[in-house]
């Protein structure tokens, strides 16, 4: 890889190093990440360039920038592999209590983008993104029902998923719900979020924000996924004082009406972090990183009841009165 960058970018790195889930150098104070994209389509890979364009023209410093080769165009293919290079200024890491103001300045230049956005829009597409990906998976549920496996993970999933299929389906009708009862407001324009935004997305040696990362999308589907990462981190506790912090400092800029609160609740109720261990676990012939999806299984089992007390208690907990607000609570949770 050291030999292919040279070759394609005329930079002589002296080793890779890990940033996040991917490899990288720094090379004059400049953070260089390295991407695969085989199964990235070129569509996409222009749309994420044009935000970060964006987002740079709108004095945003910590965004990450595509590279051209020196063929002048921005993915390099090679007989193997298929990637891009981004480059950065290197920063310290954004402090953990500025993260939710920082994460709101974010949205709002990203509010303004100026082109159309279409492979990488989420906006209005959960209800069939999440039927598409319950139907997936149901059919595979089915045919390992079919086999009687002895397996322990196995059996472990036949047994769970009807429970997931229930709280799917409410996330559904508390989505819809949402839509149909209502009404978004100027707040709730689409801008540019994460897949999954964390404490770690933005950088934990480094601050950076990689295009890669990137959705175009509802804002609460960030604080919904900060908050999750946020409760699974600790153990299925929620960390009260670090959640109160990102929500007072992301409304000090932004502050959230009723249609963003549903959307962040309907979002938590839909169970990702169940669907994302299974999938994880079947894609994988790694024995290790199965074993690890297998004790991330047995933790969320094991923490049923308790992530439904969080979803009975969410809106309390974060002073949201839910009869002001004519927001619908869910009765059939834990009591």
Known sequence: ??????????VRPTELMTIGQHKGFQYRNILYTIINVRNMEQEELTELHQMSQFLMTQGDRQVATLMANQQGTGVTETDDQRFIVCRCPIFNPVSSSNIGKELALFHQRGRMLPYEVEKC?????????????????????????????NH?????????????????????????????DDLPRTI???????????AQTWGENYYY??????????????????????????????????????????????????????????RLLFPVHYFEVIEGYYSSRDKNVQ?????????ILQHSNAYEQFLKQFYSFVGITATRYNIPELTWLSS
């Open 1 to 10: 890889m050291l030999e292919t960058i040279y070759e394609h970018y005329g």
């Open 121 to 149: 829009k989420r906006l209005g597409q959960w209800k069939s993104m999440w039927e598409t990906r319950l139907d997936q998976m149901e059919k595979f549920w089915y045919s390992k029902v079919q086999e009687h496996p």
């Open 152 to 180: 322990e993970m196995e059996k472990k999933f036949i047994e769970s998923f009807p429970y997931y299929v229930g709280l799917t389906e409410n996330a559904i009708q508390y989505l819809v719900d949402t839509e149909i």
């Open 188 to 198: 709730d324009t689409a801008t540019i979020c994460h897949h999954r935004f964390t």
């Open 209 to 266: 924000k990689l295009p890669i990362d990137w959705v175009f999308d509802h804002p609460s589907r960030d604080l919904a996924e900060y908050i999750r990462a946020n409760y699974m981190k600790h153990n299925h506790r929620i960390h009260k004082q670090t959640i109160h912090e990102f929500l007072s400092e992301y409304e000090t800029v932004s502050p959230l009406s009723s249609f963003a609160w549903r959307l962040l609740y309907a």
């Open 291 to 299: 074993h690890g999806y297998f004790k991330q299984l047995e933790s």
